[in-house]
């Protein structure tokens, strides 16, 4: 039997949508079911702002990595971008390990697999505070997403993290101009 895990966050949704308030907010797991069709959580309509706890049960999941997604839907059907956070399940059998972090990999916009990415080295610690320089020059101009994950001594690697990028190779122009 898996363990029970709540995930507990603070959404906190600025009502400034052109028209129209929000009239639902809906959650789902891993995969989009189509707006409308998520987990309900019940909100205040007339709130101008909304600021609620909500506990989120992952009854149901498999042990391993997920995903959950949040999105605000408004009474004419539109919805909000949605707010994504990666965490993982654990089966009820489970030893937490307590290995220190002692590397990590990234990879750009394509999941190779676990283990299958750009390595980063590291000193073996428990936690770590350090910057990495990712070379961009490989990739296309426009949006992209770097990735990254931790892996512990014993080889475990944890939920990845995501930030969105964009790059811009267009390069300068600059026109002559005679000047008397």
Partial sequence: MKRLIHITFLLTAYLSFAQGD?????YYFDTDPGIGNGTSIDIDP???VLNQNFSIPTTGLSA????LFVRAVKDDGSTSYYYSQSFS?????????TAN????????????????????????????DQSFNIPTAALSSGSHKLFIRAKNNDGTYGAYDNVAFSIN????????????
Wanted: aromatic share 12%; hydrophobic share 35%.
């Fill in 64 to 67: 391993g990595n997920h995903k």
């Fill in 169 to 180: 190779y267009s390069p300068a122009v600059f026109n002559n101009y005679d000047i008397t």
């Fill in 89 to 97: 399940v654990k089966a009820a059998n489970a030893t937490f390990n």
């Fill in 101 to 128: 972090i002692d590397g990590f990999e990234y990879y750009v916009d394509t999941d190779p697999g676990i283990g299958n990415g750009t390595q980063l080295s590291v000193a073996s610690m428990e936690t770590i």
């Fill in 46 to 48: 007339d709130a101008e």
């Fill in 22 to 26: 929000i009239s639902e907010i809906e």
